[in-house]
């Protein structure tokens, strides 16, 4: 910038020097038009001056000059007086000679006396004076001879007058030669003072100028370099600020730039760092996969991206997702290669659990499904063993295991359900303390002696909300498990203690939450499991035992269970280190009140009133008017919505309408309910399902107030809830 503006200050004092001169020039030459033109009136003047003392003492000029043939009239004695009397005269004047010429030339009277009879050229000026004009001319040709005065760097105004006689016809010219020079002189002298001047100006502006450039530039210089490091600064701030591991390497791959990140990754510091090499910081087969890295960047001329595993100094394996790209000059060459390494190992921690959590949704959604399938098939199993009871005496032992095993079939569903988190929980506050030492006993006599039992709770232990009845099974299928880990024996210990999850807490597990829990953790030092096996541990029907030691549902029912309570599990385990799950518990206010079952009663009969059944699965239909038949109601059978709508529009008298949940057509059973409400508001509407009521209210279903049979259900909870709803 500096040398820019100085060239620039240079070249602009150089222009004004040359517009000086060519001013001064000019100016010169003006001056020296107006000193011709002063000299002309001065010669004038001293020529008229000079005329009247000839006139005075000799006659007038024009009677002195006799043009006829050429001759004059004067004689060489008084030419030579009157011309003695020119040179005294001229002699304190600023003139170099005087003479009077005739027409023709000739000199008459000149204050040179040697000129006195001589010819006179006839130039310009003296032909102007001949036709009665005042003419002058510069520099005559002189002979310097004859001019004592004059000298060869003479510069002379030769003016020339006519002489007019009476009637005004001119008969000579007066001629008047002055000396210029000292006038020229003054002129060039003055000239050069003002070009000085003007030139010392020039260059004390230009040295003015040059000192404010250099400090400008100076102060550019100055500014720029502060930007600069604040720029570098900031940069630096950035990239330290940054959780990525960033370097920057020049063609050669030498290090040009590292931050933060890498120098504690590295165990090293910037100033070690830069100008180092790959070779420099790591074994040669790391250098040499580092190198190759590098050389692959080139293949990819805008980016390139993978993820690889680095060992850390902590010694931990980590992952690693890497971004590389090239940063090129304007000539197209590399001017440096930028590597940015982020530690995704979280991050790939965090999308394992995401896909396994809803892997497990999944799964949770396809075996609800099954479950409730399941139930409607139990319903119909249940509903006709039922009907054959009726029949047959009692005591009829293949009756006895049709009953069995519906439900037995219809515990396993519960399982299913409690993985889906659709089985219907009754939480209530208890204090898991008191209900694991309550269960040591119940634990020491079904795990055998060969394992040792402790239950520990802190003192403090809070309150949780659960159902108790679940929990109890939970911890018994968590000790059943540790007992099979433990063939030859070993210890068991069930703890109960408080927790605090805070937002960091709770992040670090996809399905946790932040805020206050009751964990509850039993721990064997079993076999353990390796990591493959602890991923699929709470996957449905997933078991490591053989067949027909286990149902692969143990686990699958405690993580549904966990996460319908509102809490969630988790499970700790290495190979040979034994196995540890907890489970999280959310903390209770207060105590959830539950109404205790009704005491089993008669079965209650109808009176006759008109049921309008809603069911799309033929089997279950059938059997559901028959039961109804039996118990003394009239039955009207619909497959859904629409014949249901039918129905009430052609006036038949229903007193109570009971419908499936989920139904064909595109309308469900409450959506029905809803629309036949509209024009009926006391109609009296009882749903079925195979999906528990929680589950059907959490879909937007069920209102809270409306009332729902879980299938399978028996002939006296069905009788039941028809007599409740018609009271």
Not at 2 to 20: E, P, T
Not at 317 to 346: K, L, N
Request: glycine share 8%; charged share 25%.
């Amino acid at each position: 910038m500096f040398k820019l503006l100085r060239h620039f200050s240079l070249v602009s004092a150089c222009a004004i020097f040359v517009l000086i001169a060519v001013l001064m020039v000019f100016f010169r030459h003006l001056s020296v038009e107006d000193m011709i033109n002063l000299g002309e009136r001065q010669n004038e003047i001293v020529a008229r001056a000079i005329g009247n003392h000839i006139t005075a003492h000799f006659g007038p000029l024009p009677h002195l000059i006799d043009n006829r043939d050429g001759e004059t009239a004067l004689d060489n004695a008084r030419a030579r007086e009157i011309s003695a009397g020119l040179s005294t005269q001229i002699k304190n004047l600023p003139v170099l000679k005087v003479g009077i010429l005739n027409l023709e030339g000739h000199v008459i009277v000149s204050s040179a006396k040697e000129e006195i009879g001589g010819i006179r050229p006839k130039d310009a000026a003296f032909l102007s004076a001949r036709k009665g004009h005042l003419a002058s001319v510069r520099n005559p040709s002189l002979d310097k001879g004859a001019i004592s005065q004059a000298s060869e760097n003479s510069d002379t105004l030769s003016s020339f007058l006519p002489l007019h006689n009476e009637a005004g016809v001119v008969v000579g010219v007066f001629q008047i030669d002055s000396d210029l020079t000292s006038l020229l002189k003054d002129i060039d002298k003055h000239v050069l003072h003002v070009f000085g001047a003007l030139l010392v100006a020039l260059i004390l502006l230009y040295l003015v100028l040059y000192q404010v450039v250099r400090r400008a530039d100076r102060t550019i210089k100055k500014q720029h370099g502060d930007l600069q490091r604040s720029t570098d600064k900031l940069l630096q701030s950035v990239m330290d600020a940054m959780p990525d591991l960033i370097c920057v390497k020049d063609s050669d791959g030498r290090y040009l730039f590292v931050n933060r990140v890498f120098e504690a990754w590295y165990n090293t510091t910037r100033e070690q760092a830069i100008g180092k090499t790959n070779y420099d910081y790591f074994p040669k087969v790391t250098a040499d996969h580092f190198s190759e890295e590098d050389r692959k960047t080139s293949e990819f001329p805008k980016f390139r991206y993978y993820e690889t595993e680095l060992t850390h100094p902590d010694g931990k394996t980590r992952s690693v997702g890497v971004s590389r790209f090239q940063v090129y000059r304007d000539d197209g060459g590399v001017a440096a290669r930028v590597v940015a390494g982020r530690d995704i190992t979280e991050l790939k921690k965090t999308e394992e659990q995401l896909v396994q959590a809803q892997k497990m949704e999944a799964i949770g959604q396809l075996t609800g499904g099954v479950a409730h399938d399941f139930n409607n098939l139990l319903a119909v199993i249940m509903g006709s063993a039922e009907l054959l009871e009726d029949q047959l005496e009692s005591g009829n032992e293949p009756l006895d295991a049709i009953f069995r095993a519906t439900n037995r079939g219809a515990q396993l569903t519960q399982r299913l359900l409690a993985f889906s988190r659709l089985q219907p929980l009754r939480p209530q506050l208890i204090h898991l303390g008191a209900l694991t030492a309550s269960m040591s006993e119940l634990l020491t006599r079904t795990l055998g002696e060969t394992i040792d039992v402790q239950v520990n709770a802190a003192p403090d232990l809070w309150n949780a909300a659960a159902d108790r009845g679940q929990v109890e099974n939970a911890v018994l299928n968590l000790a059943l498990n540790a007992r099979d880990a433990m063939p030859g024996g070993g210890n068991l210990t069930i703890e109960c203690s408080n927790e605090r999850l805070n937002d960091a807490q709770a992040a670090q597990d996809q399905e946790a939450e932040a805020g206050d829990y009751v964990v509850l953790a039993v721990t064997d030092n079993g076999s353990g499991m390796s990591a493959e096996v602890r991923s699929k541990a709470f996957q449905p029907f997933f078991t490591t035992k053989g067949v027909g030691e286990g149902s692969g549902l143990g686990l699958s029912m405690i993580y549904g269970f966990a996460k319908q309570s509102g809490g969630h599990v988790a499970i700790y385990s290495e190979l040979s280190q034994g196995t540890t799950v907890k489970l999280f518990f959310p903390r209770a206010g207060k105590a959830v009140g539950l109404k205790d079952p009704d005491p089993q009663r008669e079965i209650m009969q109808g009176a006759g009133e008109t049921v309008l059944v809603i069911e799309d699965d033929p089997d279950v239909l059938t059997l559901t008017v028959q039961i109804l038949e039996g118990l003394g109601y009239r039955v009207i059978a619909v497959v859904d919505a629409g014949a249901a709508h039918k129905v009430l529009a052609e006036g038949r008298t229903v007193d109570l309408v009971l419908s499936d949940v989920v139904l064909p057509g595109g309308v469900s059973g409450p959506e029905f309910a809803e629309e036949a409400r509209a024009t009926d508001p006391d109609l009296k509407v009882i749903f079925m399902s195979g999906y528990p009521a929680e589950s059907a209210r959490r879909n937007g279903l069920l209102g809270s107030e409306d009332v729902l049979l879980n299938k399978p259900f028996k002939r006296q909870q069905l009788a039941k809830a028809l007599r409740e709803a018609l009271r």
